[in-house]
């Protein structure tokens, strides 16, 4: 059974690994890369490995190997108690796999006289599992106790500490059950202690002084004399393989622990329920490793490598389409990037978690793979992802090296591609696509703002209609107007005479040979119209959505007109209006 559990173990794992790879190569969030074939980037992947194993770079390869994923310099400079979270539970397992999966294939090939009960290897065995439980007990407190603010624990990462959790509590109990078992002892003695009656049972007084067996014949106080010819039996004849299970610090004290339930444990049979549970809970989790978190243990290495060595300038697009979707598989979901969030305090204002960074990643990989997401949804992510700054602190402070400033742009672009009018475009939240103008296809550029245009000058059909009519103040006219003569920086507006001065000075209506025939309304003739409430007027004006904030116009009023923030707020109106638009329409189908 167990081998059978091996094989199918590893066969799920080997198919899993197998499948995420393919993933790096045959997924992309990236437009500029999505003509590239998997094999092209496959051949992409070789050359850029070869090239910077056989160039000066190799020497960097090694200096973050060492520092960032080894010793993990990056999240020691972030928090000490995460390091020690991490070495904890990294250099565990490590000696767990040495000394205890591997132990017949390494240590016990290289050292001579090897047996896992001998010293230095039983204590540090239960070293390495104390190392791992503690690592295992900072994460609990991190996130049940301390709570780091806008941090989110999910079902991944509880799944990952419960498995963990079992794995190394059933291996303790089995290592201390097995030292307190009268019958393993028997059988022990019988194979290698070759003893009379009256040596046998001061052997036996000895093993249960000293090495937490639980006996049926045996008990306290014990006999001085029987425990001294004890000893000399166990020098001749367990020593060479039995070090003092004291040195087994944890599972002796686990023994001694359980010493009233031994002989119930022993007569039930439950060494070999703990066995089972142990070896499927180590099966478990190596055939689910792949798709889970963990797998950020072999992807976040391979993460802090390639970004220490690739530049998006000069890198082939081929390769930074798969450094991308390999970014994906190595996020730990820390939350270290939304905790230096600069838009992350608009979560306390805005319900939508795609605002958070770490949360965004999630959103990134259903995008990825292709998944259908409900349209709401989708306005979510597109919502959280436009939320950002462009500051950069989110890659600067990623422990394991993600690019996550380059991945939001392409992620943008990647759900603006898909035709939906995104009106955020229009925002000053657009700017860093401004900048980035020429990493977009110029025809989806402009395509995009179009589609963002249509959306805010269709809000309201109704007004439209009669906006060729004479104007006619009414209702909804006063109370568009009241919204803004309610906010301190919009109400100067009914200190304008219309002198154009803000028209005149406009960088965006000098652009123009016939302004008024592009632009619809000029800042002058906005300001007449929201004092008006013709809001149907100013939302089908292009340049509410063409002004570049210079604040030009506010700078240059005779009358200290707050134009530039009139046309901001305006502007946010009108956003508002084509959203709540949007979603009526959606109610309705």
């Not at 259908?372 to 919502?383: C, F, G, M, N, V």
């Not at 240059?556 to 949007?582: G, H, M, R, W, Y």
Request: aromatic letters at 10%; charged letters at 15%; one cysteine or more.
């Amino acid at each position: 059974m167990y081998s059978i559990s091996l094989i199918a173990a590893l066969a799920v794992f080997g198919i899993g690994v197998l499948y995420k790879v393919s993933t790096w190569f045959r997924y992309t969030i990236d437009p500029s890369a999505a003509h590239i074939s998997p094999a092209g980037r496959v051949q992409a992947a070789m050359k850029g490995t070869l090239r910077v194993l056989f160039s000066a770079r190799f020497f960097t390869l090694l200096e973050v190997f060492v520092l960032d994923v080894v010793f993990q310099r990056r999240i020691f400079k972030e928090s000490l108690l995460r390091w020690a979270m991490h070495m904890s539970i990294f250099t565990g397992f490590m000696l767990l796999l040495v000394f205890h999966a591997l132990a017949n294939q390494i240590p016990g090939k290289i050292f001579s006289g090897y047996y896992s009960t001998l010293n230095p290897y039983l204590f540090l065995r239960n070293l390495a599992g104390a190392l791992v439980i503690a690592g295992l007990l900072i994460a609990v407190y991190r996130r049940l106790a301390l709570k780091p603010r806008r941090f989110f624990s999910n079902v991944m990462d509880w799944q990952m500490i419960v498995i963990l959790a079992v794995v190394m509590v059933s291996g303790i109990l089995l290592e201390a059950g097995e030292m307190s078992s009268y019958s393993a002892y028997q059988q022990m003695v019988v194979d290698y202690a070759d003893v009379e009656d009256e040596e046998k049972i001061a052997l036996e007084t000895y093993w249960v002084k000293n090495f937490a067996v639980v006996s049926p014949n045996i008990s306290e106080p014990f006999d001085p004399s029987a425990l001294t010819l004890g000893r000399e039996m166990h020098l001749a004849y367990c020593s060479e393989c039995h070090s003092n299970s004291h040195w087994a610090f944890m599972s002796y004290g686990t023994a001694k622990s359980i010493r009233p339930l031994a002989g119930w444990m022993e007569s039930k049979r439950i060494d070999r329920a703990l066995w089972t549970i142990h070896f499927l809970a180590t099966f478990v989790g190596l055939a689910w490793l792949p798709f889970s978190k963990l797998f950020h243990v072999f992807v976040s290495p391979l993460s802090l490598l390639m970004n220490a060595v690739m530049k998006d300038e000069t890198s082939d697009p081929a390769n930074v389409a798969t450094r991308q979707i390999l970014e994906l598989d190595a996020c730990t979901h820390c939350g270290t990037c939304t905790m230096r969030c600069s838009v992350g305090t608009a979560f306390e204002e805005i319900s939508n978690v795609y605002i958070l960074p770490s949360e965004k990643i999630g959103a990134a990989k259903m995008l990825a793979a292709g998944k259908d997401i409900d349209p709401a949804e989708l306005d979510r992510i597109q919502a959280g992802l436009y939320l950002c700054t462009n500051c950069h602190k989110c890659t600067d402070v990623c422990p394991v090296g993600i690019n996550l400033q380059q991945m939001w742009f392409n992620l943008r672009e990647f759900v603006l591609q898909q035709g939906r009018p995104e009106l955020q475009v229009l925002s000053c939240l657009s700017l860093y696509r401004g900048l980035n103008r020429d990493k977009i296809n110029p025809e989806h550029y402009v395509n995009t703002q179009q589609l963002a245009n249509e959306a805010i000058a269709g809000t309201d059909k109704q007004l439209q209609e009669t906006s060729q009519k004479p104007v006619k103040i009414n209702s909804e006219n006063k109370k568009f107007s009241g919204i803004l003569n309610a906010n301190t920086r919009t109400n100067s507006l009914w200190s304008c005479y219309s002198c154009c001065t803000c028209s005149n000075s406009c960088p965006v209506v000098a652009n123009y040979q016939n302004p008024r025939q592009s632009l619809g309304l000029l800042p002058h003739q906005i300001i007449q119209a929201a004092k008006m409430g013709l809001s149907d007027l100013i939302f089908k004006a292009g340049m509410l959505r063409d002004c570049l904030w210079c604040y030009a116009c506010q700078q240059n009023c005779p009358q200290n007109v707050q134009v530039t923030d009139i046309l901001f707020e305006l502007k946010n109106l009108a956003i508002s209006a084509a959203q709540n638009n949007e979603n009526k329409n959606r109610l309705k189908k």
